[in-house]
């Protein structure tokens, strides 16, 4: 494995990386084709936490989490680490005092796949972490891996600057040289969202509004007045 630390990375614009943000997991995943959704078991270690940032990617080996301290050192204001590793990892990689110097450096979040600890002490700095799992297992220091190289995590491939948003719906990848096309994207999306649920307020239904009630027929489905009118072989 090549080992290198990258100092200077491309990072989206920042009004775009603050409407995705605000948007979400869900809308931002719609808004590029249902692509960039991490697999489920990245979770938040705690609810109601919302982030965006460009990400500051790190490759460290499973029982090792010596490129994190690296990286610390690489990320601007506004960043977010996410950590793959060369294998599959249930150690716990980061704790309270990485996010202690995390919040300091101005770094929004964690998206881990591997574990971390500590998950009371997280919760009451406010530091949000998407991660494998919850483990005390610790590691060591002594393997060097890479830091800003493309990586895979949660699943999802994950380039140096491409944009992370992560919330109770787990975590989205969107490309740092799409990140304005999606934001426009999820934009309209949400204002077409907002005049559907106004009419859902009014009481309409959703068969109708999408116009499902012709393919519905199409596809074979029959409405009975009741039980009594279904035949022996249905």
């Known amino acids: 494995m090549k080992t290198i630390a990258v100092k200077n990375i491309k990072r989206a614009n920042i009004s775009d990386i603050s409407i995705l943000e605000k948007i979400g997991v869900a809308t931002s995943h719609e808004s590029q084709n249902r692509l960039g959704?991490?697999?489920p078991?990245?979770?938040?270690?705690?609810?109601?936490?919302?982030i965006a940032g460009s990400a500051v990617t790190v490759l460290t080996h499973p029982n090792d989490n010596w490129m994190i301290h690296v990286a610390l050192e690489l990320c601007l204001p506004g960043d977010i680490l996410v950590v793959g590793t060369t294998d599959e990892?249930?150690?716990?990689?980061?704790?309270?005092l990485l996010a202690t110097s995390s919040i300091a450096r101005g770094i929004k979040g964690l998206?881990?796949?591997?574990?971390?600890?500590?998950?009371?002490?997280?919760?009451?700095?406010?530091f949000p972490v998407w991660s494998r799992v919850i483990s005390a297992q610790g590691t060591v220091k002594e393997r060097v891996g890479s830091v800003n190289i493309p990586i895979i995590c949660g699943g999802q491939r994950v380039e140096p600057g491409d944009v992370v948003i992560a919330d109770d719906d787990g975590v989205c990848i969107v490309s740092r040289k799409d990140a304005s096309q999606v934001a426009k994207k999820a934009n309209k999306r949400v204002d077409q969202e907002n005049k559907k649920r106004e009419r859902f307020k009014n009481g309409e239904l959703s068969i109708d509004l999408y116009n499902m009630r012709d393919r519905l027929k199409d596809s074979g489905l029959v409405y009975v007045e009741s039980q009594d009118e279904m035949s022996d072989d249905e």
Do not use: N
Not at 89 to 96: A, E, H, I, R
């Open 37 to 39: 959704l991490m697999d």
């Open 41 to 50: 078991h990245i979770r938040p270690i705690y609810k109601d936490s919302r």
């Open 89 to 96: 990892s249930t150690y716990g990689m980061f704790g309270d």
């Open 111 to 126: 998206v881990i796949d591997a574990g971390i600890r500590d998950v009371k002490e997280l919760t009451q700095m406010g």
